[in-house]
Structure formats: C-alpha cells, structure tokens
C-alpha cells in the first residue's frame, strides 16, 4: 500500500491525498493502469483506447531508436516504460517514488529476457545521473517540488539532439502550484532545449478524468470495500472538479518536446 498525491489540475499538493493500491486502481483505470490523460483521437473512444493512442504518441514524438537509453520519470505502473521496451527495443528505466507502483511494474516483468526488461527502481529523479538517451515525464512534473530544477537536470543528462517529451497541465493565473506554459518554455530554453508545444490538449484530460468518476460510480461498492466511503467520495469529487477546470480554461495541459542543442 502506497500514499499517492492526487496532483491533478487545480489542487494544491499536500490538499488531498488518497491510498492508491493496485486493486483500486483497477476499478477506475484502463487495464494497464495509466493514473495520467488519454488522448482522445475520436467522439466514440475508450479509455482504454485513449490511453494507448496517448502511450504511442508519446513514444513517436520521443523519436527512439533500437538500444537508445530511455528513461522515464514517474512511470507510474510502468505502462509507456514497458510499450518502449517492447516496442521499439529501447533499454527502458523507470523511476518512481511509490512502493504500490514499483512492485506492480517489476512483477511484470518476472520471466522477460534480461535484454527486453524494464529497470524499474523507486528513485528520485534528482538522484538519477546516469547518461539518457531519451527522457519521457507524463503528468508527473505538476507534482515535483523543485520544478525550477527539473529541466535543466534533465538537459545534463542527454546529449546533444536527445529528446525529452512532457506531457504537462498547466495555469496561466498563480492560483494553484502548476506552471505557465510560457515558463515552461522559457526554462527549457534557458537549460539548453528547443522547445516544440502542441496545441492544448486539455478536453483530453477532462474527459479522461469524467471516465475515472464514471468507473468509480459503477465500482462504487468494490472501492469503498477497498478505499471507504469518504476517501471514494473525495476522490471522485476531486477529479470531477479538476476536470470542471480545466473545461473552463482555469487549467490548460500540453504536449512539451525538448531536444537537447
């Protein structure tokens, strides 16, 4: 069992924080347990669906080549970090900082040839200084303490044309502990990046998040046998109101692509 800070758009980290354990999580989530935005591509989608057009989105703007060095930062359950690995040969680390996620990612790879097995490791990204070819940080960097740091971290560790894709929310107002798009690209410039943005792809996370509500009514009876009635009721109340905001433009989310200069 692990705490993990529901660092969604709109609310301030430390507000609200729930037990996630991987039973849970598989009442509300898609199958490979992404806690983070699909992508949405069509009216009719998934989550499911959604969640895996995100994971190869990511994965081509990532431009990884057979035997790169990829890491990924907050991986979570290790979705995308084990796509990469199968997927496109890459020699995968995953760092995370909970316990509940960590032992999930790494049981899935029991019986993997060594060749094809994703390091996960419960570490600190300010911790890791191993050398990276590629870098991928979905929904995760809204949480970090010393955002201010992150970026050119990861400039140090990459080299000269190494990719870094961010999947990131963001507010234009200090209203909440979230980033400025125009900060983050200001700070990615000044650590060394070109920094290439999407469009807002924030209807994408909104409705993911109305999908976790929806789940968590219809699982009502298995979460709160899991998770009790009021952290079942804060949670669903929480992401139904970060989705509200970012409906209404209170919150934004991008996709941010830095290569290294």
């Known amino acids: 069992m692990s705490s993990v800070s529901l660092d969604l ?51 081509r703007s990532c431009r990884i080549q057979p035997s790169m060095r990829v890491l990924d930062i907050g991986c979570g359950w290790g ?10 040969q890459a020699k995968v680390t995953g760092i995370t900082l909970s316990s509940e996620q960590h032992a999930y990612a790494v049981e899935q790879e029991v019986g993997k040839p060594a060749s094809q097995r994703v390091d996960f490791r419960m570490q600190r990204w300010e911790d890791f200084n191993e050398p990276i070819d590629r870098i991928i940080c979905i929904n995760a960097f809204e949480t970090f303490e010393n955002k201010d740091s992150f970026l050119p971290h990861c400039r140090a560790l990459l080299p000269p044309g190494g990719v870094m894709v961010m999947l990131a929310v963001t507010a234009e107002r200090p209203i909440f502990r979230v980033t400025p798009r125009g900060q983050i690209i200001e700070g990615g410039e000044r650590a060394g990046f070109e920094v290439g943005v999407s469009e807002s792809l924030s209807m994408h996370y909104a409705r993911t998040l109305e999908h976790f509500v929806e789940n968590l009514r219809r699982n009502r009876k298995e979460a709160v046998a899991l998770a009790g009635e009021v952290e079942v009721h804060k949670q669903m109340a929480h992401y139904a109101k970060c989705a509200e905001f970012l409906r209404r433009d209170m919150n934004d ?5 830095f290569t290294a200069r």
């Open 9 to 59: 758009p709109g609310r301030e980290r430390g507000k609200h924080t729930v037990i996630i354990r991987t039973e849970y999580a598989r009442l509300y989530m898609d199958t490979q347990l992404n806690h983070s935005s699909g992508y949405f591509t069509d009216a009719d989608m998934s989550l499911e669906s959604a969640q895996r057009a995100k994971t190869e989105a990511i994965l």
């Open 253 to 257: 989310m991008f996709e941010f692509v």
């Open 79 to 88: 979705a995308t970090a084990r796509t990469a690995a199968a997927e496109y």
